[in-house]
Antibody
């Protein structure tokens, strides 16, 4: 069955770089897009960017200068890297599958706290 | 960026009742391909969001027909009839017609 699972450090220091991994199963990264969405504590959802099935990427312009998404299709993994983290980057980070039925499957999310 | 305005922010409901949630966009969500990429999600407490409705009115697999979506252009509605306890949570609309994709701020469905 389709599954996505985020992994990464729970705590990042201010000004440092966040590195997250989304490991997928049950579908191919060369057939579906994978998106990253984040949610500050108690707040709404923000689309961050996507890795397309063909390897192209798109980013939220608000984050573009700090954000990079890449993948390793042999490992069924999509990676997120975001630099210059600040406290307002604290929140839950989700990866989710995109396609004709957008964001039909989501990972459980990984909570990231930016603090010294 | 396309601003998605959801109303109301909070929606008290009695079990078995019917409710509507509005989502309005700051510009038309009709894509150049003719489709309208407006979708609805429910986030239950402590859970990841789940897809309910895609492209305005199409129910995702397993979503009961108590949920229905309608609308066009910039004005969209999610209706829930015969509300059940498992329907409680925060509902979000999402537009994926324009980059960046943007979500509404959410509507919390809670018991009266």
């Amino acid at each position: 069955q389709v599954q996505l699972k985020e992994s990464g450090p729970g705590l990042v220091q201010p000004s440092q770089t966040l590195s997250l991994t989304c490991t997928v199963s049950g579908f191919s990264l060369t057939s579906y897009n994978v998106h990253w969405v984040r949610q500050p504590p108690g707040k709404g959802l923000e689309w961050m960017g996507r890795m397309r099935y063909n390897g192209d990427t798109s980013y939220n312009s608000a984050l573009k200068s700090r954000l990079s998404i890449s993948r390793d299709t042999s490992k069924n993994q999509v990676f997120l890297k975001m630099n210059s983290l600040q406290t307002d980057d604290t929140g839950t980070y989700y990866c989710t599958r995109g396609g004709k039925q957008p964001f039909d499957y989501w990972g459980q999310g990984v909570m990231v706290t930016v603090s010294s | 960026d396309v601003l998605m305005t959801q109303t109301p922010v909070s929606l008290p409901v009695s079990l078995g009742g019917q409710v509507s949630i509005s989502c309005r966009s700051s510009q038309s969500l009709v894509h150049s391909d003719g489709n309208t990429y407006l979708h609805w999600y429910l986030q239950k407490p402590g859970q990841s969001p789940q897809l309910l409705i895609y492209r305005v009115s199409n129910r995702f697999s397993g979503v009961p027909d108590r949920f229905s979506g309608s609308g066009s252009g910039t004005d969209f509605t999610l209706k829930i009839s015969r509300v059940e306890p498992e329907d409680l949570g925060v509902y979000y609309c999402l537009q994926s017609t324009h980059f960046p994709y943007t979500f509404g701020a959410g509507t919390k469905l809670e018991l009266k």
